[in-house]
């Protein structure tokens, strides 16, 4: 059974700071890695998603995965209070890569 | 989101019966319902891929899935109970080689009395 795992549970960041965000899952066989962004009372959304060792950046928001270390991170740049919400990391099942399983999220406020 | 349309957005009920339902226009082949308690993450319940279903074997029985065609997905749920208060969020997913993120509904809030 897969675990996903995120840390840390809160963040509090002024605006214009790097943030850093983990997460960890328990096997390397998984296929894709995504972090979704969610408001509060709204459905989440998708930022960024990954599927090979190494790093990819959109805008203000980079992604690194290292498979060998079961650990993938989203660091977003110039953070602003915009920024602020639920972050869940998402990792895809191994036999079934269909299987989307999400981590317990970090809550993000960036103060202005 | 427009792309993929859930009924009702919000629904109030007593010990009874009732469905909801999603509609996707994405030509995606895989078709999600997930389960969001307060505070919680997104819970996969039910996963259709191609109209084959995977469950997680922790879903209560009184929650039937049924996948009528490749864009449409309902969620039945009989006899509902308190713990099932929560936003139950329709999603999808494209064919496997195009590995994309799911992409969701804007969700049904349940509220049982």
């Known amino acids: 059974q897969q675990k996903v795992q995120q840390s840390p549970e809160s963040l509090i960041v002024p605006e214009g700071a790097m943030t850093s965000l983990n997460c960890t899952f328990s096997?390397?066989?998984?296929?894709?890695f995504a972090w979704y962004r969610q408001h509060s009372g709204k459905a989440p959304k998708a930022l960024m998603s990954?599927?090979?060792?190494g790093e990819k950046e959109e805008g203000r928001f980079t992604i690194h995965l290292n498979k060998a270390s079961l650990h993938f991170s989203l660091h977003i740049r110039d953070s602003q209070p915009s920024d602020s919400a639920l972050y869940l990391c998402?990792?895809?099942?191994?036999?079934?890569?269909?299987?989307?399983?999400f981590g317990k999220g970090t809550h993000l406020h960036v103060l202005p | 989101n427009t792309k993929i349309t859930q009924s009702p957005r919000y629904l109030i009920l007593g010990r009874a019966n009732k469905s909801l339902e999603c509609e996707q226009h994405?030509?995606?082949?895989?078709m999600y319902w997930y389960k969001q308690s307060a505070e919680k993450p997104p819970e996969l319940m039910f996963l259709?891929?191609?109209?084959?279903?995977?469950r997680n074997e922790t879903v209560p029985s009184r929650f039937i899935p049924e996948c009528p065609d490749s864009s449409k997905l309902l969620l039945h749920i009989s006899a509902v109970d308190p713990e099932d208060s929560a936003v139950y969020f329709c999603?999808?997913?494209?064919?496997?080689?195009?590995?994309?993120?799911?992409?969701f509904g804007e969700g049904t809030r349940l509220s049982v009395l």
């Open positions: 994405l030509g995606h082949n895989a």
């Open positions: 990954i599927f090979s060792n």
């Open positions: 998402a990792v895809s099942g191994v036999t079934n890569a269909y299987k989307v399983i």
């Open positions: 999603a999808s997913s494209p064919r496997q080689n195009n590995n994309q993120a799911p992409l």
């Open positions: 096997d390397s066989a998984s296929q894709y």
């Open positions: 259709y891929n191609l109209k084959q279903l995977i």
